[in-house]
T-cell receptor
Framework: AQSVTQLGSHVSVSEGALVLLRCNYSSSVPPYLFWYVQYPNQGLQLLLKYTTGATLVKGINGFEAEFKKSETSFHLTKPSAHMSDAAEYFCAVSESSTLGRLYFGRGTQLTVWP | GAGVSQSPRYKVAKRGQDVALRCDPISGHVSLFWYQQALGQGPEFLTYFQNEAQLDKSGLPSDRFFAERPEGSVSTLKIQRTQQEDSAVYLC??????????????FGPGTRLTVT
């Protein structure tokens, strides 16, 4: 069965600093990997996803993530944080065998200080 | 275009009451998912529809939970005899593909259910 671990339920950075949100997964088959962002009182919005091909994936708002099979990781990064990046971020995994259902991590709340 | 919409956005129910939560997916989307998000947690899968067929209901926590999508578009999640542990945000998501595990799911804003 799949599971997702997000290290750090809260991450704080200064505006302009590097953002690094960690995600590790377990999956018995090649996974599909996602990062979603959730703003208060809104639904989840897809930031980026990995399905096949290039392991470095670029998403919206300057975010990117790298799939590292050997480390079973899919960490999310952004070179320079902006105040508008403050939100909750969820890593998720799915497999073809489970009809696309997403398994989510517990989430990481990102705070950006001015 | 219109995204996924859910109604009501907020629902307060007394313990023991029945509730019905509605989801309007993006037009033309074949797949529809329901998730439950408890406070401070990530969303957890409840059930999945492909058109009107409910292909996976393994995440429904008890037989008090029931979901339907009779015409393959709008879906309703019904909870009978609500309990305090049912308090959560219920998220609906739709995607275009069938059995496409890599397909993007588009989420609605959720219904926040509070059981008192």
């Amino acid at each position: 069965a799949q599971s997702v671990t997000q290290l750090g339920s809260h991450v704080s950075v200064s505006e302009g600093a590097l953002v690094l949100l960690r995600c590790n997964y377990s999956s018995s088959v090649p996974p599909y990997l996602f990062w979603y962002v959730q703003y208060p009182n809104q639904g989840l919005q897809l930031l980026l996803k990995y399905t096949t091909g290039a392991t470095l994936v670029k998403g919206i708002n300057g975010f990117e993530a790298e799939f590292k099979k050997s480390e079973t990781s899919f960490h999310l990064t952004k070179p320079s944080a902006h105040m508008s990046d403050a939100a909750e971020y969820f890593c998720a995994v799915s497999e073809s065998s489970t009809l696309g259902r997403l398994y989510f991590g517990r989430g990481t709340q990102l705070t950006v200080w001015p | 275009g219109a995204g996924v919409s859910q109604s009501p956005r907020y629902k307060v129910a007394k313990r023991g009451q029945d509730v019905a939560l509605r989801c309007d997916p993006i037009s033309g989307h074949v797949s529809l998912f329901w998730y439950q998000q408890a406070l401070g947690q990530g969303p957890e899968f409840l059930t999945y529809f492909q058109n009107e067929a409910q292909l996976d209901k393994s995440g429904l926590p008890s037989d008090r939970f029931f979901a339907e999508r009779p015409e393959g578009s709008v879906s309703t999640l019904k909870i009978q005899r609500t309990q305090q542990e049912d308090s959560a945000v219920y998220l609906c998501a739709s995607s275009l593909d069938t059995l496409g595990a890599g397909d993007e799911q588009y989420f609605g804003p959720g219904t926040r259910l509070t059981v008192t």
